[in-house]
Each structure stands twice: as structure tokens, then as C-alpha cells.
């Protein structure tokens, strides 16, 4: 086929590709068809691999919220109650900074090595945490574990796609957007049952078991090279360190800066709260100058945040819808259990198992997506209506009481919630695996799966601050430890639960208010063309190739 075919009708500015195929490196060689396996993985093999795959991604997104119904009882036993939010805040940290790294590492030992490397890191530094003695060495361990958890979830986002069989690759979406929910809603409730009757540090150990047979089914059943995708290995000269350095510091400072605020709400104007926030904006510049740098100097590194994605509008926005909804998800998951346990008098059990009407809506969202998208692209409709349902029932969520007599109208809130995290979880999944370019697959889900958790950390980073301007507005004081479990009969309770169901609801108000920006950013992804997703695939991939097809017929002087 001609060049000039190839391109007919593809407007050159919209070709994600073009403008980076040099940036390639010796990939650029091989045409786009060599991203295909040359035979399908059979799909019994495919699903054994999908348990070990499937449980790696449980396990990691499981970390991520385990602790949120035990973190009173952890504070509590290590004698430290002013820092326990750390102790969810590292593992998130971590897991949000490492994403795209790990992504780009396996683009440079392959996808096995990766992701058996981020296994061993990640269940090594689990059983650790269950051995830590202080809080302090509980929040280290913490986000050595979360670098582990990073590569497990963000790789699962790119061995699943890559090796499903043509017949099962449309309902990928919705797997991993069902793990990705239960494991976040299932969190609690795990965590409250471990701590109930066995003990906190279970919530580590328990990783160690499990985490064994899921590497050892991954390892045994990882295909032979001809149902392998066939990605070019490059050097590790070609890994973005300076990038990767970048976007670790631009991802966390910002976070750190909400989270030591959300401590000491009197210091938003000091500088322990502007100087990470300026450091991590500027690092945010440093890095977007650094990838174009690299696009037009460097061609041999690959950039770990390829700017030719935020070329495709549609991937653009889609992330951004992410970044967005991840607030409410990770904000919901960690302040409801805590409003619970305080306001209702719940145990750490009972509010991890009140939170299955919001595991039940993730699930059927989930299959929803999958459904809804089988035949057609209706992708960006999913986005609005998963944003819709949240911003209802973040809202509706703000209009429960102080009373310590739990509402039934509390959980019935919930599936709406859930409805619209499954929804969401699945269709950005879609998004990220259908308009990114053969060449950036690996980066563009690390992006997404970063954006989500980058999302969420800011979340549980807000839910912090907005308690603490509560306590210290309200009660003069950090709330103490008798003071959290003191009973209805104490008029200190009454008063700490007026506290908590404040702050619950601005939070839910900001929750509302945020998920309605993550609405009008879902509308940037509208398609007219109502394609099917494969055919979408396809059309990036065509337009992939028709920007290296212009490349080669008219070369760029200054890339050589």
C-alpha cells in the first residue's frame, strides 16, 4: 500500500503516532501488525493465566484499602493516633509514583520478569509490615510494599490485553473493572474481619499465601513466545530515568503537601504546606518540557509519559476523567467505614460489611460496561452516566443525620455509588487499551492506573483535611483515642459524632462537586463514529501506521 493511501483521510495532526516514530527506536522497523501474537492463546491456558494475573491485581488493589476499617486499632496498639493516615498514604503513594516506571521496565526485561519482580517486592515488604514494632517503621514498610503493588497493577493492566484471545479481548474491560472494584470495596470488610478476630497484622500476612499461588500459577502458565506479542525489547539505556525521577516527585509532593495540611489544618499557609505544592507544580513543568525534549532531541529514550497520548483527545480525556473520579472512589471507600464506626457506633467489622451494597453496585457496573459496549462504542455515554450516578450519590450521601441510629437510606445510597465507580473502572480501562498506539500500550495504562490512584491519594488527602478543620473548629483538639470510642451516654460522643458527620458530609459535598468536573471532562471524549472497540483498535492502529508511513517518506532532519 502506498503512503499516500494509508493516510487518506486522517488528518496529520490527529495521528497519535506520527510524531514519535523515530522516538520508537528500532521498533519502528517492524510494521504495526508485529504487536499481534502470531496464534491465540487457548482459552482454558488464558484463564489460569487470568487467575495469577487476576489475583496480582487483587492483592495489590485489595493493600490499598484494607487498612481503612483498622486504622484506630493500629494507632491505637503502636501508640500513635496522629499519623495513622500515613500508614494508607504510603502504600498509595508509592503505588501511584511507580506506575508508568514499572510499565517501561517491562518494555525492557519483558512482561514476565516484571511482573514476577513486582510479586516478590510486593509480598516481602507485606510480610514485613506485619512485623513492624512502630508506626513509624509500619508507614516505610508501607510504601516499599506499595512500589511492589504499582507494578502488579499497573502491568495487569498490559499482560491481559495483550494475550486474551480475539474472542474474549472485549470482555477484559469488564474483568478488571470488577477486581479493581470488589478488591477497593472489599478491602474494608476484610480488613474488619482480620482485626475482629485474629489481629491486625493478618492484614499483611494474609498476602503471603496468596501471593504464592498466584505467582506460581503465573509463572507456570506464561505462554511460549508465539502467543507473545512481539514488542521490541530495548536497552536500559532507553528507560526514562530523569522522567521517571520527575514524575515520582511531581505525583507525590502534591499529595504530601494536602496530607501534612489535612494534620495540622493551621498550616495551609505555611510553608510546610506551599513549598511541596509549588515543588511538585514545578515538577509537573519540569516534566512535560523533559518528554518534549526527549520527542525532539533524545529519540532513543522512551518517554515514560509520551505527550503524542495527550495528542489523541480522546485518550487526553479520558485520563483526566480518571484523575478525577479517583477522589470520590478512594475518598468514599475510607471515610464512610471511619463516619461508621464514629458517628453509628459500628465495629471495624460491621462497617467494612455495610459496605457491600457498594460492592454489589462496582460488580454490575462493571458487567454493565462490557454489555453496554459489546457492539458498539458507547464509551463516552458510559463515562457520563458513571459520573452522573456518583455526583447523585455523593449528594444524596449529604443528607443523612447526626444520629447514631444508622439511616437505612445510608446504605441505600451506596449502590449508586458503586453503579458509577464499576461503570467508570471499566470504561477507562477500554479507553486506555483502544487508542493508545502499539508502541505506547504498556505506558498508556501505567498512565491511567496513575491518574486513578493520583486521584484517589488527593482524596484520602482532602477527607483528612476537611476532619481535621472540623475537630480543630469544633472540638479545639485532635480527637483522642477514648474520645473516638467513647458511648452515646458520654456528651463528649454527642459531640464528636456532630463533628464526624460534618466533616462526612463536606466531604461528600466536595466528592459531588469534583465527580460533576469529571462529567464535563468525560464529554471531551465524544466520538461521532460508531465504530465497535475492535474496530477502534484498529482505526489507532492504521493511524499509527500511516504517521510512520510520513515520517519515512519525509524525514524529520532534526531527530537524526
Not at 486522517?10 to 510494521?31: F, H, M, S, T, Y
Not at 458507547?378 to 441510629?405: F, K, N, Q, R
Not at 472540623?470 to 479545639?476: I, Q, V
Not at 499509527?544 to 524525514?555: F, Q, V, Y
Request: aromatic share 8%; hydrophobic share 50%; glycine share 10%.
Amino acid at each position: 500500500m502506498a503512503p499516500g493511501m494509508l493516510v487518506q483521510g486522517i488528518p496529520r495532526q490527529e495521528c497519535p503516532g506520527e510524531l514519535d516514530v523515530e522516538a520508537a527506536g528500532p521498533a519502528e522497523a517492524k510494521p504495526s501488525g508485529s504487536t499481534v501474537p502470531t496464534s491465540d492463546l487457548a482459552p482454558w491456558r488464558f484463564c489460569l493465566l487470568s487467575i495469577g494475573v487476576g489475583l496480582g491485581l487483587f492483592l495489590a488493589m485489595l493493600d490499598s484499602s484494607i487498612v481503612a476499617t483498622s486504622l484506630l486499632t493500629i494507632g491505637r496498639e503502636l501508640g500513635n493516633l496522629e499519623l495513622i493516615n500515613w500508614v494508607a498514604l504510603a502504600y498509595t503513594l508509592a503505588y501511584l509514583s511507580c506506575a508508568v516506571v514499572f510499565a517501561r521496565i517491562a518494555d525492557i526485561i519483558g512482561r514476565r520478569d516484571a511482573y514476577l519482580a513486582a510479586f516478590v517486592i510486593f509480598f516481602g515488604f507485606s510480610i514485613g509490615c506485619g512485623f513492624a514494632r512502630t508506626l513509624h517503621q509500619l508507614i516505610a514498610l508501607r510504601a516499599l510494599q506499595g512500589i511492589g503493588g504499582s507494578g502488579l497493577y499497573s502491568l495487569s493492566m498490559v499482560i491481559w490485553p495483550e494475550l486474551a484471545p480475539a474472542s474474549l479481548k472485549r470482555h477484559i474491560a469488564s474483568f478488571a473493572g470488577i477486581v479493581i472494584g470488589v478488591a477497593g470495596v472489599l478491602g474494608p470488610i476484610l480488613g474488619g474481619l482480620l482485626t475482629n478476630y485474629v489481629s491486625w497484622r493478618w492484614i499483611f500476612w494474609i498476602n503471603g499465601p496468596i501471593g504464592f499461588v498466584s505467582m506460581a500459577v503465573f509463572a507456570l502458565t506464561w505462554p511460549d513466545d508465539k502467543y507473545l506479542p512481539h514488542i521490541q525489547r530495548h536497552p536500559w539505556s532507553s528507560l526514562d530515568i530523569v522522567g521517571s525521577v520527575l514524575m515520582i516527585a511531581a505525583a507525590a509532593l502534591a499529595t504530601f503537601a494536602f496530607q501534612n495540611a489535612g494534620v495540622s489544618p493551621d498550616q495551609w499557609g505555611q510553608a510546610i504546606f506551599l513549598a511541596p505544592l509549588i515543588t511538585g507544580v514545578f515538577a509537573w513543568l519540569a516534566l512535560f518540557a523533559w518528554q518534549w525534549a526527549i520527542e525532539t532531541r533524545w529519540i532513543h529514550i522512551m518517554p515514560v509519559f509520551p505527550l503524542r497520548l495527550l495528542r489523541n483527545r480522546v485518550y487526553a480525556f479520558a485520563m483526566l476523567t480518571t484523575l478525577f473520579i479517583g477522589f470520590p472512589f478512594f475518598a468514599t471507600i475510607f471515610s464512610y467505614p471511619l463516619r461508621l464506626q464514629v458517628v453509628n457506633g459500628k465495629s471495624g467489622l460491621m462497617a467494612g460489611v455495610m459496605l457491600l451494597p457498594l460492592l454489589g453496585g462496582v460488580a454490575v457496573g462493571s458487567t454493565l460496561c462490557g454489555a453496554i459496549n459489546a457492539k458498539k462504542n458507547y464509551l463516552c455515554e458510559t463515562l457520563v452516566v458513571a459520573c452522573a450516578l456518583m455526583i447523585i450519590g455523593c449528594a444524596l450521601e449529604t443528607t443523612l443525620s447526626d444520629s447514631e441510629h444508622l439511616e437505612p437510606k445510608a446504605l441505600g445510597f451506596l449502590p449508586l455509588i458503586g453503579l458509577g465507580l464499576g461503570l467508570m473502572a471499566a470504561a477507562s480501562t477500554t479507553m486506555a487499551a483502544i487508542q493508545a498506539p502499539p508502541n505506547d500500550h504498556a505506558a498508556a495504562q501505567g498512565i491511567v492506573a496513575q491518574m486513578r490512584i493520583l486521584g484517589g491519594s488527593i482524596g484520602i488527602a482532602a477527607s483528612s483535611a476537611i476532619l481535621a478543620k472540623h475537630e480543630m473548629s469544633k472540638l479545639g483538639m485532635v480527637i483522642s483515642s477514648e474520645s473516638t470510642s467513647a458511648t452515646g451516654d458520654s456528651p463528649t460522643a454527642g459531640l464528636v459524632r456532630q463533628v464526624f458527620s460534618a466533616a462526612f458530609k463536606e466531604n461528600m459535598r466536595v466528592c459531588a462537586i469534583i465527580s460533576a468536573a469529571g462529567l464535563l471532562l468525560a464529554c471531551g471524549t465524544f466520538q461521532r463514529q460508531r465504530k465497535t472497540l475492535m474496530e477502534e483498535r484498529e482505526h489507532v492502529i492504521l493511524r499509527h501506521t500511516a504517521g510512520r508511513e510520513l515520517k519515512r517518506a519525509s524525514p524529520n532532519p532534526t531527530a537524526s
